[in-house]
T-cell receptor
Framework: QVQLVESGGGVVQPGKSLRISCAASGFTFSDYGMHWVRQAPGKGLEWVAFIWYDGSNKYYTDSVKGRFTVSRDNSEKTVYLHMSSLRAEDTAVYYCAREIFGVLSDHHVMDVWGQGTTITVSS | SAELTQDPAVSVALGQTVRITCQGDSLRNYFASWYQQKPGQAPLLVIYGNNDRPSGIPDRFSGSTSGNTASLTIFGAQAEDEADYYC???????????FGGGTKLTVL
């Protein structure tokens, strides 16, 4: 079955870096764009980043531009989010999600989500 | 960037119909998708496009758009529908995705 599994979360000090991963299975990973979405404690969903199916284009929300980098390894069926200069306000559960535009739909939709990995930025 | 506005909270009596709305100027040109999130769980896609439902989503969930407002309607709400609901779309720049602030649905 289609599955996304995030890993790599933890507690990190402000200003430090961390890389989280999202491993995909059950579908042809290299056909799909992938999103990262986060949710701060008690808050709503916030889109963070998107990477095209082939990694050729990457987009970020303004608050993480220049600090976060999304990448992927299609041979490993994994998408990554490298986070640097972390701030307290980056504390959140980070989800990866599959984008189905151009493959399963004519609409931009996040159809499958992982269970999330928790990042806590604290000294 | 574009914004999507949702009512923070809505309640419905068990078995009744409830509409959850999402407002934004860009919705005049783009469909929203809708996600359900229960406590401690990942979001779940319930409606996308022109009222499309993923496999496994009950047909009591329905989506529509009128003007600048997208709506998620639940016909005959069940106890298990109690959750947070978020609307979402990709804005006209093509490089940003936006979520509404979410609506907490209580089934009484």
């Amino acid at each position: 079955q289609v599955q996304l599994v995030e890993s790599g979360g933890g507690v990190v000090q402000p200003g430090k870096s961390l890389r989280i991963s999202c491993a995909a299975s059950g579908f042809t990973f290299s056909d799909y764009g992938m999103h990262w979405v986060r949710q701060a404690p008690g808050k709503g969903l916030e889109w963070v980043a998107f990477i095209w199916y082939d990694g050729s284009n990457k987009y970020y929300t303004d608050s993480v531009k220049g600090r976060f980098t999304v990448s992927r390894d299609n041979s490993e069926k994994t998408v990554y989010l490298h986070m640097s200069s972390l701030r307290a306000e980056d504390t959140a559960v980070y989800y990866c999600a599959r984008e189905i535009f151009g493959v399963l739909s004519d609409h931009h939709v996040m159809d499958v989500w992982g269970q999330g990995t928790t990042i806590t930025v604290s000294s | 960037s574009a914004e999507l506005t949702q009512d923070p909270a809505v309640s419905v009596a068990l078995g009744q119909t409830v509409r959850i709305t999402c407002q934004g100027d860009s919705l005049r040109n783009y469909f929203a998708s809708w996600y359900q999130q229960k406590p401690g769980q990942a979001p779940l896609l319930v409606i996308y496009g022109n009222n499309d439902r993923p496999s496994g989503i009950p047909d009591r969930f329905s989506g529509s758009t009128s003007g600048n407002t997208a709506s998620l309607t639940i016909f005959g709400a069940q106890a298990e529908d109690e959750a947070d609901y978020y609307c979402n779309f990709r804005d006209s720049s093509g490089s940003q995705w936006v979520f509404g602030g979410g609506t907490k649905l209580t089934v009484l």
